[in-house]
């Protein structure tokens, strides 16, 4: 059956994961932390982020978490922080982070909608510094739909996010395809009956996708010529 939708996944999809967020993790913690860089360490281990070396885990809750999540593993840390004041802090952050796109998004995007197809983001981050982030880099007027974990339909690896996008613009969930970098986003997609494209953009590797994905691809920018030749 033909794709006339894609639904992307935003960090370490549409966003090169390592380069993008490894920075971001030092300079949250510094700032929650006041400038005290063994506190800082102990609040990397909680996330799953190596403070010294601005690199993540493959288990890290700021992979496939939400915000609400990272911010609960964080909050035991920071006693005199309201969990509110954490997630705030957070937010805040993740919206002023510069973005590396995975590949030149404009040229790419326009390519996708001048071939006819809706596009969508859905993310685990809140739905604020999404549209932030697409903002940041020019393409947020290319999408249809863009929903974060805080937008009422849910998050990933529920299919909550996408059925909502399958309904809005109004495609058959099956004539969709779900792109992420994440076992969740491909568990969405496959919970949701979208195809499932995974992109190696992201902190997972293609052994660990292959399973949940109908392909594996290097990045997005490999998709116009997987779709052309399916």
């Known amino acids: 059956m033909p794709i006339d ?6 960090d370490g999809t549409l966003f090169d994961f390592a380069a993008t967020w490894g920075v971001f ?14 506190h800082a360490s102990q609040m990397g281990k909680a996330i ?3 403070y010294a070396q601005e690199a993540y885990g493959p288990d890290s809750v700021v992979i496939t978490g939400t915000v609400d999540e990272v911010a609960g593993a964080l909050h035991p840390h920071l006693p005199n922080k309201s969990l509110s ?3 705030e802090t957070l937010n805040q952050a993740s919206a002023a982070a510069q973005q590396i796109p995975a590949v030149p998004l404009a040229p790419f995007l326009e390519g996708l909608r001048h071939a006819g197809l809706k596009l969508g983001v859905a993310t685990n981050d809140a739905e604020m510094p999404a549209l932030q982030h697409l903002d ?6 290319h999408f249809d739909f863009v929903a974060g974990y805080d937008s009422g339909h849910g998050y990933k690896p529920g299919p909550g996010q996408l059925l909502a996008f399958a309904s809005h613009i109004d495609i058959d969930p099956s004539r969709i395809a779900m792109v992420g970098d994440s076992l969740h ?14 992109v190696l953009t992201g902190m997972a590797a293609a052994e660990t996708l292959r ?3 109908d392909v594996v691809l290097p990045d997005i920018g490999h998709i116009p010529g997987w779709l052309s030749s399916n």
């Not at 939708?5 to 935003?10: E, M, R």
């Not at 030092?26 to 929650?32: G, N, Q």
């Not at 940041?136 to 007027?141: A, I, K, P």
């Not at 986003?185 to 979208?194: N, T, V, Y």
């Open 185 to 198: 986003d491909l568990e969405a997609g496959r919970a949701a009956g979208m195809v499932t494209i995974g």
């Open 85 to 87: 004041e954490v997630v």
């Open 48 to 50: 799953g982020f190596d």
């Open 5 to 10: 939708a894609l639904l992307f996944d935003k």
């Open 25 to 38: 993790g030092r300079i949250v913690l510094e700032r929650l932390s006041d400038g005290d860089a063994q």
């Open 211 to 213: 399973p949940l994905a």
């Open 136 to 141: 940041s880099v020019g393409v947020r007027d």
